[in-house]
């Protein structure tokens, strides 16, 4: 198994531009999430999905957009950024919730 | 020392030693309680959970200590060796089923040499 994986490592992006941070999973989990990490700072969950076409908010969904179209992939938008989303973004999968497995991260400079 | 505001909090130990990680959890109603280990440039690794039912729970050099009366969990690593240098995190679950985990702000473990 693959685990949790993510793509891009590290992005660049100008004020305005939008782009699509992937995750994927290959363990058949049921519940998928994604959190920011700000330096010096735990992670902040942004959105999560319990299952396929079942989307929720977390903690900061400001700006953030999400679907769950399958199992596997849950796939994070921004439509519009901004210098404040600077920051690296984890996405997890667990099954039911508990232990959940994290991937390596994306890495997002906004300027 | 201990630093606050935008800097984690430091724990230095001697490598042998025994270290003890402490976390002040916020939500009463939380049932299931998880510790991390973050490397830098990685995500975070699970290391040992305990549910609320529970006041203590034993791993492999861990242990996880909970004070549901006070709202505090602990996380015990015996024999500290230089590859447990990290961030550490708790994380907290209520018992609803949206599943979301509520992290701390994390605590850096240095074990010198």
């Known amino acids: 198994n693959a685990g949790v994986t993510q793509t891009p490592k590290f992005q660049v992006l100008k004020t305005g531009q939008s782009m699509t941070l992937q995750c994927a999973q290959d363990m058949n989990h049921e519940y998928m999430s994604w959190y920011r990490q700000d330096p010096g700072m735990g992670l902040r969950l942004i959105h999560y999905s319990v299952g396929a076409g079942i989307t929720d908010q977390g903690e900061v969904p400001n700006g953030y957009n999400v679907s769950r179209s399958t199992t596997e992939d849950f796939p994070l938008r921004l439509l519009s950024a901004a210098p404040s989303q600077t920051s690296v973004y984890f996405c997890?999968?667990?099954?039911?919730?508990?232990?959940?497995?994290f991937g390596p991260g994306t890495r997002l400079l906004v300027l | 020392g201990e630093s606050v505001g935008l800097h984690l909090p430091t724990l230095s130990v001697q490598e042998g030693d025994n270290s003890i990680i402490n976390c002040a959890y916020s939500?009463?109603?939380?049932?299931?309680f998880i510790w991390y280990k973050q490397e830098s440039g990685k995500g975070p690794q699970f290391i040992i959970d305990i549910r609320s039912n529970m006041d203590k729970r034993q791993g492999q050099r861990v242990t996880v200590l909970l004070n549901k009366t006070v709202k505090h969990l602990s996380l015990q690593i015996a024999a500290t060796q230089p590859g447990d240098s990290a961030v550490y995190f708790c994380a907290e679950m209520g018992m609803d089923s949206s599943y979301k985990l509520i992290f701390g702000s994390g605590t850096r473990l240095l074990v010198r040499p």
């Open positions: 997890a999968s667990s099954y039911r919730g508990k232990t959940q497995y």
């Open positions: 939500n009463s109603a939380s049932d299931y």
